[in-house]
T-cell receptor, first 110, second 112 residues
Framework: RKEVEQDPGPFNVPEGATVAFNCTYS??????FFWYRQDCRKEPKLLMS???SGNEDGRFTAQLNRASQYISLLIRDSKLSDSATYLC???????????FGTGTRLLVSP | DTAVSQTPKYLVTQMGNDKSIKCEQN?????MYWYKQDSKKFLKIMFS???????INETVPNRFSPKSPDKAHLNLHINSLELGDSAVYFC???????????FGQGTRLTVV
């Protein structure tokens, strides 16, 4: 099983749609979870941290399910500018490093 | 004002050459990293330094040698470049190894 697994997509959605991505992780002792966004030919940028209680930032909502070992990202009212690759990131407990998923590509069309 | 800066942005070189990439962060972070992103876009950690000490070396060929002269800098030297080294190399930093990392703009290395 991969340490961090994501559906590569692409997810093709129209503007205004709601889209959700899931990510599963293998290490039950992981404590830190993040979503990053990477635009084409750019560096990954932190989108949001994921907390146990879930958190929301504008149109973006992140959830953590420890029992099933997955995190999710919900994007409401998609904008063209949301088109990017979304990377799920989890710390590898005991190894002092972050592990990146392969990313889920989102394409928002007019 | 760039938080994590790396140079050069582009590097085109011939096989067998030696090259260096420099990285600096002004965030006051203790941990710095080198990541490699290959043509399949998979982002993989290569090295991690915490307070100038190497804490992770992910089975990277010893042609790759990181050097951290101080907490704010982590450079990457590559000897005898090979075609397969062509990739985008990202420097990053974080407060500690389990917190969010901030990335430089990347160095696109092409070996011909």
């Amino acid at each position: 099983r991969k340490e961090v697994e994501q559906d590569p997509g692409p997810f093709n959605v129209p503007e205004g749609a709601t889209v959700a991505f899931n990510c599963t992780y293998s290490n039950s002792a992981s404590q830190s979870f993040f979503w990053y966004r990477q635009d084409c030919r750019k560096e990954p940028k932190l989108l949001m941290s994921v907390y146990s209680s879930g958190n929301e930032d504008g149109r973006f909502t992140a959830q953590l399910n420890r029992a099933s070992q997955y995190i999710s990202l919900l994007i409401r009212d998609s904008k063209l500018s949301d088109s990017a690759t979304y990377l799920c990131v989890v710390n590898k407990a005991g190894f002092q490093k972050l592990v990146f998923g392969t990313g889920t590509r989102l394409l928002v069309s007019p | 004002d760039t938080a994590v800066s790396q140079t050069p942005k582009y590097l085109v070189t011939q096989m067998g050459n030696d090259k260096s990439i420099k990285c600096e962060q002004n965030l006051g972070h203790d941990t710095m990293y080198w990541y490699k992103q290959d043509s399949k876009k998979f982002l993989k950690i290569m090295f991690s330094y915490n307070n100038k000490e190497l804490i992770i070396n992910e089975t990277v060929p010893n042609r790759f040698s990181p050097k951290s002269p101080d907490k704010a800098h982590l450079n990457l030297h590559i000897n005898s470049l090979e075609l397969g080294d062509s990739a985008v190399y990202f420097c990053a930093s974080s407060q500690d190894p389990n917190t969010e990392a901030f990335f430089g703009q990347g160095t696109r290395l092409t070996v011909v």
